[in-house]
């Protein structure tokens, strides 16, 4: 590593959970001239499990932000580049060889540039990038480092290298006219976002800002000239016919990118519903005296300050269902063609975020007491609606409970999570008339339905499950008897 690549270190984007390949940046707590600190949260991104905090692994000053907020990276791109040594003088981008002008060479990156945050895994051990094409110029001229830095950094590019001498000239009598190079537009990156969301080419908009830079104002202006440009007459019907109204029907539509964890859900649900031959199971069931039970545990000293209601007894009525019941806690591993058993259940609880449902697991949760339980389902839903569920509170999960009567919804069909033999769903708990010791009367009724993967839970043992849980609801004392 050369001492320039010593003092200017890149921090790339690192693998923040288990073997993903991108994530999108979504907030930078860091601007260029900011002075960052060893640990300290760099920007925040979004990956296909979770949102996730980026500490800087350097103390320094930052030289630049290469992408924008709301810009997808692959793993193992250099997102930011830290200048570990600031008071050392003028910042010097590190040297190379001009490419020739006819076209752009692609060079590795240095492997003494890789920056891994402890516990996140390796990143890829290079990266592809184009160099810059040699500017034209006259012979003998000198070029100016901390201005190629500047420019470097309005384009984004501030971590590439930029030549430190200009090529050597060629002979008169061989020399040809130079063409000219197209520039990138120079605009800051809140400037190049700005510009996307409104839709405007910065190679069409007129700078006004010091050495050509494009600011703010320059892209609004540039916006209200399209904006009073695009007032036209509305097309003529017949027109519309004929091009099927595709436009007409598109400016009624919102196109919403699918990626994070709306993608990741929908391949997950895919590849469970196409590989695991489901079967759902319901039953009907009196949850009066649950119901009773969830009030007074309310009133328990013993579980004062914790999160008490009807899911709760749900979650344990499983547990104990499943301890009677062991042979649904268990996976199908089709590549060694074995039914893997748990001795844990990691149970997981389907949340709704606002960036879609994620279902994080409460480790081993059969060893836990009800207070116990209560604490990890109060946290869990904290830290979901919060975005700071780690990736691996969502790994590992065997067997699921999915709430679907916050909603008023009295059961569904649930889908199995990848890997898992089994998930309940719990619907509305409603007032109904119910046959109670003979006679009608109003009773706390709800509905279940228990998935489960057909390849190793049978209907019998499925149905055991189900009518195990069924009874705990319906008489919760049996917590008791048959814990």
């Known amino acids: 590593m050369t001492a320039t690549e010593q003092r200017f270190r890149e921090f ?9 390949t991108e994530a999108e940046i979504l907030k930078w707590y860091v601007q260029p001239g900011d002075t960052v600190t060893d640990g300290q949260v760099i920007c925040e991104v979004e990956t296909a499990k979770a949102a996730v905090e980026l500490p800087c692994p350097y103390d320094g000053v930052v030289q630049a932000v290469h992408f924008d907020e709301g810009v997808t990276v692959d793993v193992g791109t250099s997102i930011i580049v830290v200048d570990t040594n600031p008071g050392a003088g003028p910042a010097e981008a590190p040297a190379a060889q001009a490419a020739p002008a006819a076209e752009a060479e692609e060079e590795a ?3 003494g540039r890789q920056a891994v945050l402890v516990g996140y895994g390796a990143a890829p051990s290079s990266t592809k990038r184009r160099a810059r094409k040699a500017q034209p110029g006259a012979a003998g001229a000198s070029s100016e480092p901390a201005a190629a830095a500047v420019q470097a950094e309005l384009n984004g590019h501030a971590g590439a290298a930029v030549p430190s001498a200009p090529a050597p000239a060629a002979p008169a009598t061989s020399a040809a006219p130079s063409l000219p190079t197209a520039e990138r537009p120079l605009a800051k990156p809140p400037v190049r976002k700005l510009a996307k969301d409104l839709g405007i080419d910065l190679a069409t908009v007129t700078p006004t800002g010091p050495d050509g830079v494009i600011t703010r104002e320059d892209v609004h202006a540039a916006a209200s000239a399209t904006a009073t440009t695009a007032e036209a007459p509305a097309p003529a019907p017949a027109a519309a016919v004929a091009t099927g109204g595709s436009e007409a029907v598109r400016a009624r539509e919102t196109r919403i990118p699918i990626k994070g964890v709306r993608k990741a859900t929908a391949q997950a649900m895919v590849n469970s519903a196409f590989t695991a031959p489901h079967v759902t199971e319901f039953i009907t069931v009196d949850v009066t005296r649950t119901m009773k039970l969830v009030q007074e545990l309310k009133q328990d000293p013993d579980m004062a300050g914790l999160r008490v ?9 499983l547990l104990v269902a499943i301890k009677r019941n062991p042979e649904i806690n268990a996976a199908w591993d089709e590549e060694n063609q074995e039914i893997v058993r748990k001795d844990y259940v990691n149970l997981g609880i389907a949340a709704a975020t ?3 449902l994620i279902v994080p697991n409460i480790k081993d949760a059969e060893a836990k007491t009800l207070p116990q339980l209560a604490a990890a389902l109060g946290e869990l839903v904290a830290t979901a609606r919060e ?4 990736p691996g509170d969502m790994a590992g999960g065997t067997v699921t409970i999915t709430n679907v009567g916050v909603f008023g919804v009295d059961t569904g069909t649930p889908i199995l999570n990848p890997g898992e033999s089994a998930i309940l769903a719990f619907g509305a708990v409603k007032l109904q008339p119910w046959v109670h010791k003979g006679k009608v009367k109003p009773r706390q009724v709800t509905t279940l339905a228990l998935s489960f993967d057909h390849r190793l839970v049978d209907g019998e043992l499925g149905s055991k499950v189900l009518a195990d849980i069924a009874a705990i609801l319906e008489h919760p004392k049996r917590l008791i008897t048959w814990a």
């Open 387 to 390: 975005g700071k569920t780690a």
């Open 354 to 356: 606002p960036r879609g």
């Open 309 to 317: 209601n009807p899911l709760l007894l749900v979650a344990k009525a």
């Open 109 to 111: 990156e240095p492997q």
């Open 12 to 20: 790339k984007m690192p693998d923040v959970g288990e073997g993903l």
